[in-house]
């Protein structure tokens, strides 16, 4: 069993960012105006953490986090005309108390209308682009996570835009190391299995210092709403199904 610091950069410039994304591919999420997000440990027990979403004309407006009920972030989002996400103003940390930062976000974009470099914290380049338009491959600049190497995806995708594998390099502990994952989804397009293989080989499960372990093989089922957006979700790993999360949309 492998123990991994997840970097807070990281998780930073990705944790918003995944949950608009998987949240705006369901069209019916213009119905409603707020969703409120509950994690739990293992045995169906609250985590304490939780995240309240505004949401207007099915895009999010802003986004409360709390620790067993005390506000530990909020922040408002603002769109530019191509609806990316333009800018951030933080009204609360907890290590900072009320502020007024804003922090801002850039695209570039080739001829093509294809998104080519991101900045949100750290820079992504995209490239490869396939017949339906997607980047094939992300990279990095040299980032806190590894300022010799940085970091590196190669994706492929299947006809509605899933990604089917997504192989990761980066470095640990002066070793490349080359993690490959692929998925299986529903009908409605949310991770029904996936399965981890990695080189050098990796013992898994890998435990995540501020997430969930990592197995080779992990399953997901869902309980859905009228709308198609699931509001339970179960994770099963080694034969046995955990409730991780709920979501309640009003």
């Given at each position: 069993?492998?123990?991994?610091?997840?970097?807070?950069?990281l998780i930073s410039?990705?944790l918003?960012?995944?949950?608009?994304?998987k949240i705006?591919?369901?069209?019916?999420?213009?119905?409603?105006?707020n969703v409120?997000i509950?994690s739990?440990y293992?045995?169906?027990k609250?985590?304490?953490w939780?995240?309240?979403i505004?949401?207007?004309?099915?895009?999010i407006?802003?986004?409360?986090?709390?620790?067993?009920n005390r506000l530990?972030?909020?922040?408002?989002?603002?769109?530019d005309d191509?609806?990316?996400?333009?800018?951030?103003v933080?009204?609360?940390?907890i290590?900072k108390?009320k502020?007024?930062d804003?922090i801002?976000?850039?695209y570039?974009?080739?001829?093509?209308?294809?998104?080519?470099?991101?900045?949100?914290?750290?820079?992504?380049?995209?490239s490869?682009?396939?017949?339906?338009?997607l980047?094939q491959?992300?990279?990095s600049?040299?980032t806190?996570i590894d300022?010799?190497?940085g970091?590196?995806?190669?994706?492929?995708?299947d006809k509605?835009?899933?990604?089917l594998?997504?192989?990761e390099?980066s470095?640990?502990?002066?070793q490349?190391?080359i993690?490959?994952?692929?998925?299986?989804?529903d009908?409605?397009?949310?991770v029904?299995?996936?399965n981890?293989?990695?080189?050098p080989?990796?013992e898994?499960p890998i435990?995540?210092?501020g997430?969930?372990a990592k197995?080779?093989?992990?399953?997901?089922r869902?309980?859905?709403?009228?709308?198609?957006?699931?509001?339970?979700k179960?994770?099963i790993?080694?034969?046995?199904?955990?409730?991780?999360?709920?979501r309640?949309?009003?």
């Amino acid at each position: 069993m492998k123990f991994l610091l997840l970097n807070f950069l990281l998780i930073s410039s990705t944790l918003f960012s995944q949950s608009l994304e998987k949240i705006e591919k369901n069209e019916n999420l213009i119905k409603y105006k707020n969703v409120e997000i509950i994690s739990f440990y293992n045995k169906h027990k609250k985590t304490g953490w939780s995240k309240k979403i505004s949401l207007k004309n099915g895009k999010i407006k802003s986004i409360r986090y709390y620790n067993k009920n005390r506000l530990t972030y909020n922040a408002e989002y603002y769109y530019d005309d191509m609806n990316d996400l333009d800018f951030e103003v933080i009204k609360f940390d907890i290590n900072k108390g009320k502020t007024n930062d804003t922090i801002n976000y850039s695209y570039t974009y080739n001829s093509k209308n294809q998104l080519i470099e991101e900045e949100i914290l750290v820079k992504k380049y995209f490239s490869n682009f396939n017949e339906q338009n997607l980047a094939q491959t992300i990279e990095s600049d040299k980032t806190a996570i590894d300022s010799v190497f940085g970091y590196r995806e190669e994706l492929l995708y299947d006809k509605t835009g899933n990604v089917l594998e997504r192989k990761e390099y980066s470095k640990i502990d002066n070793q490349i190391r080359i993690e490959i994952t692929s998925y299986k989804y529903d009908s409605n397009n949310n991770v029904l299995e996936l399965n981890r293989n990695s080189f050098p080989k990796e013992e898994y499960p890998i435990i995540m210092i501020g997430g969930r372990a990592k197995y080779e093989n992990e399953k997901f089922r869902y309980v859905y709403n009228k709308d198609n957006l699931w509001i339970e979700k179960y994770w099963i790993v080694e034969n046995t199904e955990y409730l991780i999360e709920k979501r309640k949309f009003n």
